[in-house]
């Protein structure tokens, strides 16, 4: 059944133009040399949050150290963090690593070309899953992310909230319509280019569009109002001391964070909110167990995630002999060894300016 946004839309011709101007005009990404599934599938989760000009090393990079799904089922999680360091959202890489494992044990390494076999993996949300089988298997699926909602939220002239699952589900169905059931992905890939080159969120490039013809906004002059996108809640900040805590030897005490949770099982060095009630010695000794010669203030950190902004104020400290505090998550290493270990970027700018 047509949805009714789709009324009096010549479908075939948009279609055809968006087609034709993604097979000429797409740009050269490593993601796209191939359409093996695997490799698709991490192009996609990597994009997920990321920009594609950060993504392209990293990508690269990763499938140089884990070519197969096999290779990456069988690594050990600090090697695939560690390949991970600095992308961030790091519960995206250990889903991966879960599903491909599944993959691997359960379909004989073949990724499932089914949407409710592929979404039954752990981390294979609806876009994950319709870009992979259309891209990888050129089945017409939908993917719908945000690129892809601001394009057809102009083209389709919709004013819903982007912001709401009612609004993606709503795409979805558009798109099954929509989506060009010859060449689904370059159809695709084409709503995504056009989104991430053209159809930008602001000063859109309405005079290169190649489906300006089709666009409604753009007929009525809205293309700019839209999409609609309720706004998220302001952040909030957190005042941080961090120590790069050094015994006799130079080594520096490292600490792993907690098994789940924000960075879950990422390196870093140890670290606390502070209060006015405390100094940050007595804070250290209180969470850490450990007495510490507080050294001076070395360098101030900020670093905002989604929600929340972290603002670390970074001390040198000295300690005697190689305490732990009781806690055989904490351990000492040379500055050598630190390249083993994965941190999170907050505790990379440390060790850039601290350390190196």
Wanted: proline share 5%; aromatic share 8%.
């Amino acid at each position: 059944m047509e949805q009714k946004q789709l009324r009096n839309f010549n479908i075939t011709g948009f279609q055809h133009q968006l087609v034709s101007w993604f097979q000429e005009n797409q740009r050269e990404l490593p993601w796209r040399i191939s359409k093996d599934p695997y490799r698709v599938w991490v192009s996609e989760i990597m994009l997920q949050q990321t920009r594609v000009e950060t993504v392209i090393p990293y990508y690269n990079a990763f499938m140089r150290e884990f070519p197969t799904l096999e290779a990456l089922a069988e690594a050990e999680e600090d090697r695939i963090l560690k390949a991970w360091e600095g992308l961030g959202y790091y519960s995206r890489v250990r889903n991966l690593q879960t599903a491909v494992r599944e993959v691997v044990e359960r379909y004989e390494g073949e990724v499932p070309n089914t949407r409710e076999e592929i979404s039954s993996l752990k981390g294979v949300g609806p876009y994950t899953a319709g870009a992979v089988l259309s891209i990888a298997y050129g089945k017409p699926e939908p993917a719908v992310d945000g690129n892809v909602m601001r394009v057809l939220s102009r083209v389709l002239l919709v004013d819903e909230d982007i912001a709401k699952a009612s609004t993606r589900k709503l795409f979805e169905k558009i798109l099954y319509d929509l989506v060009s059931k010859e060449d689904p992905s370059s159809f695709n890939q084409g709503l995504m280019e056009l989104g991430a080159l053209i159809c930008t969120p602001t000063s859109p490039g309405c005079l290169l569009c190649p489906v300006r013809e089709h666009c409604r906004a753009y007929d009525q002059g809205k293309q700019e109002e839209l999409p609609i996108k309720s706004k998220k809640k302001k952040q909030t900040s957190k005042q941080m001391a961090a120590i790069v805590l050094r015994n006799e030897r130079g080594e520096v005490m490292i600490e792993k964070r907690p098994e789940t949770g924000l960075l879950a099982r990422l390196w870093q060095f140890p670290n606390f909110e502070v209060t006015d009630q405390l100094s940050v010695e007595e804070q250290f000794l209180k969470v850490y167990n450990i007495q510490v010669e507080l050294g001076e203030q070395i360098q101030k950190v900020e670093h905002a995630f989604s929600h929340l902004i972290w603002n670390i104020t970074v001390y040198e400290g000295r300690v005697s002999g190689q305490p732990d505090g009781g806690q055989a998550t904490r351990r000492w290493i040379s500055i050598k060894e630190i390249e083993k270990y994965a941190f999170p970027v907050s505790h990379q700018k440390i060790i850039q300016k601290s350390l190196l």
